[in-house]
């Protein structure tokens, strides 16, 4: 068992918005921990609207993707959304027989499908996201500007440190979707 590490040297005072000098293992397992309750916490409150629709996370991971994006090719949803083609083939599948999705074919190349959400299909995101938004929106504003800031930086961080193809936060911008 290695000795334990002598507690962090910080030059200030701890406390929201202080830069730490030295964070521990304890620091970094905590993080990790709060991350996976967080995600599974706000995943969950669309759970019980997503089986009123018999959808899943993947249908609405997909809807999201596509609502951000509309017109958006099955190749680019695949390095959007970091799944085998096999995955996406079933639920794509589902939300085009339930009609919450189209497919069009492009213009400039007839062989790329691009997917748009049908009106229903925008109806029920649009659902989906305003649920999740209220509680993000509760959360925001209770922990301030600065936390917020803090936040994205730190979410920006994770997602360019990923080695995953085709994930960066300079992919695309988003759309402005702060009105309900």
Same mark, same amino acid.
């Not at 830069?19 to 996976?36: G, I, N, P, T, V």
């Not at 969950?44 to 997909?62: C, F, S």
């Not at 695949?78 to 009609?99: C, F, H, P, V």
């Not at 509680?135 to 925001?140: F, H, K, S």
């Given at each position: ?17 202080? =830069? ?5 293992? *304890?620091?970094?397992? #905590? ?8 995600? %599974? ?7 019980? =609207? @997503? &089986? +009123?629709?018999? /959808? ?14 509309p017109g958006l090719a099955v190749g680019g949803l695949l390095g959007t959304l970091g799944i085998t083609k096999q995955s996406l083939n079933r639920a794509l599948g589902e939300l085009l027989t @339930?009609? @919450?999705?189209? #497919? &069009?074919?492009?213009? &400039? ?5 691009? /997917? ?6 925008? *109806?029920? *995101?649009? %659902? ?5 938004? =209220? +509680?993000? /929106? ?9 936390? +917020?800031?803090?936040?994205?930086? +730190?979410?920006?961080? @994770?997602?360019? =440190? ?11 911008? /988003? ?6």
């Amino acid at each position: 068992m290695a000795p334990p590490r002598p507690p962090p040297t910080r030059g200030t005072a701890t406390g929201a918005g202080v =830069e730490l000098l030295f964070l521990r293992d *304890e620091d970094m397992r #905590q993080a990790q921990d709060l991350l996976m309750l967080a995600c %599974r916490a706000f995943n969950a409150l669309i759970d019980e =609207e @997503l &089986q +009123v629709h018999g /959808l899943g996370h993947a249908h609405y991971r997909i809807m999201q993707a596509i609502a951000l994006q509309p017109g958006l090719a099955v190749g680019g949803l695949l390095g959007t959304l970091g799944i085998t083609k096999q995955s996406l083939n079933r639920a794509l599948g589902e939300l085009l027989t @339930l009609g @919450l999705l189209r #497919q &069009q074919t492009a213009a &400039q190349d007839r062989r790329r499908k691009q /997917l748009y959400l049908t009106p229903r299909g925008m *109806e029920i *995101e649009s %659902r989906l996201f305003s649920l999740q938004r =209220e +509680v993000l /929106l509760r959360a925001y504003r209770k922990a301030g500007g600065k936390a +917020v800031d803090g936040f994205r930086r +730190v979410m920006r961080g @994770l997602i360019d =440190e990923s080695d995953t193809p085709g994930v960066s936060t300079g992919a695309s911008p /988003l759309p402005d979707r702060s009105t309900p």
